[in-house]
């Protein structure tokens, strides 16, 4: 299992460091199909739809597992998942690493690693038009 340390060095504190907008809606649909082909090497199949509620994470809409993806540009900070960008990142490398290792737990090295790649991609200058 990776540590907090780890945690905050290739991801949190880059996050810190990029303070990226919360992303418009059209911009956090874009942004998780293109986190989930960084993901997976393939497009998302399914469709991408925004939620609002505070409490929804960024995951595979409810009754369509692994088919369907709800985004939340902006949900609220809790727990180690930040809001925006970060918490879509997170989110996706969870929905990607389930995909990819099912019998694997969550927070692996695996997903770790995973995290930071995309993490790296979405403060890239590829990633602007997405952001900015
Ligand atoms: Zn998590």
Redesign the pocket.
């Known amino acids: 299992m990776p540590t907090a340390s780890e945690y905050d060095r290739l991801i949190n504190n880059k996050w810190k460091d990029a303070q990226l907008p919360e992303p418009t809606e059209k911009q956090a649909i874009s942004g998780a199909k293109a986190l989930w082909r960084k993901a997976t090497g393939r497009a998302f199949k399914g469709k991408v739809e925004i939620v609002k509620r505070k409490n929804q994470y960024t995951w595979f809409k409810r009754g369509t597992y692994g088919q369907d993806m709800v985004v939340n540009p902006c949900r609220y900070s809790h727990g ?2 930040e809001q925006g960008w970060q918490e879509i990142v ?1 989110s996706i490398a ?1 929905m990607a690493h389930h995909e990819q290792r099912p019998s694997e737990r ?2 692996s090295d695996h997903q770790l690693n995973l995290e930071a790649m995309l993490t790296s991609y979405a403060l890239s200058d590829k990633f602007k038009k997405f952001t900015s």
């Open positions: 180690h998942i997170h969870h969550p927070h």
